[in-house]
DNA sequence: ATTGGTGCAAAGGATTTGCAGTCTA
DNA sequence: TAGACTGCAAATCCTTTGCACCAAT
């Protein structure tokens, strides 16, 4: 970050996001529309915490609670999806067409995998009394030859 | 637990256990051989808290730290599988063949989906520099007839 | 003796919550 | 003005860590 660009390159329009928010039924506060249009401006996954210091970068804007609360009511009415891969933080992914992830648990990146080319079949039927919420494909990566562990060998 | 099981029947014997730590090359100490009889007698999913609870159900044997620790060196040592599903708590997998998982996002439950009749093709090949560790896949399931949630309309 | 393992309590880090002040329809 | 939202700080929850004691080679 360490260019300026113009509001309108870097951001989502207010309009926009506005207009987004809207759709799914979220009421577009200030500080709503501050994180939806990092969020919207691209795909992209963010924890909370990015969440936090991009949208403070010049100025206090949005508090912690609130990119909290505000990160969990956008995931739970669907405008982002949360991917559970790390458990000691939450990404939240701005892409929500149907699509699954790489994730190098060494480094913590994020990629997504389109899920055109994904065929996944075969699967059972969930059990009696439930439906299908969603689909999570995770392939962990390792980069080759990984740092020698603190495991030692039989 | 209102019923008493003898302990061979509740648990794996204490010979197999140290047996299969050696295996691992996990070193066989009391605390960590009273867990993996625990994790041994059956596939299952368990927290640490629950380990916790079942291992000193009589009387105290391991401690917190040596719970979380020993799970913890079980996972890095392939003695089990961590599953990565729910942001506050890490389930424990003692089947550790490949397969799949059913989560209910409502109820916390897991169970296993058998790898055999799943059909995952047409994954692109990973990043350069890295190699793929393990693939996950999660399918997460609701209730039917989910209760109506605390959110709001527009 | 040396090395590794355990237990306790304290520390840590991400997330949630209580509550008073603020905004908006 | 009422209902919703925000911000701050305190509280929670799971997990890790520091460190002294214990165990096994």
């Given at each position: ?41 691209k ?12 949208v403070?970068v ?11 609360n ?13 991917v559970i ?19 190098c648990i ?16 075969g ?5 009696e ?12 990566l ?7 562990e603190t495991?030692?060998?039989?």
């Amino acid at each position: 970050m360490s260019h300026m660009l113009a509001e309108t390159e870097r951001r989502t329009s207010k309009i926009r996001a506005v207009d987004v928010l809207r759709q799914y039924a979220i009421a577009p506060t200030q500080q709503r529309v501050e994180i939806a249009q990092l969020l919207l401006s691209k795909p992209q996954h963010v924890t909370a915490e990015q969440v936090m210091a991009m949208v403070n970068v010049d100025r206090p804007r949005v508090s912690k609670a609130t990119v909290y609360n505000t990160l969990g009511l956008f995931a739970r009415k669907g405008l982002v999806k949360e991917v559970i891969v790390d458990p000691t933080k939450i990404f939240y992914d701005s892409n929500i067409d149907s699509h699954y992830h790489f994730y190098c648990i060494t480094t913590g990146q994020l990629w997504d995998v389109g899920a055109e080319t994904v065929q996944l079949r075969g699967l059972p039927p969930p059990p009696e009394g439930a439906v299908v919420d969603s689909v999570d494909v995770i392939i962990r990566l390792r980069p080759i030859a990984p740092p020698p562990e603190t495991d030692e060998v039989v």
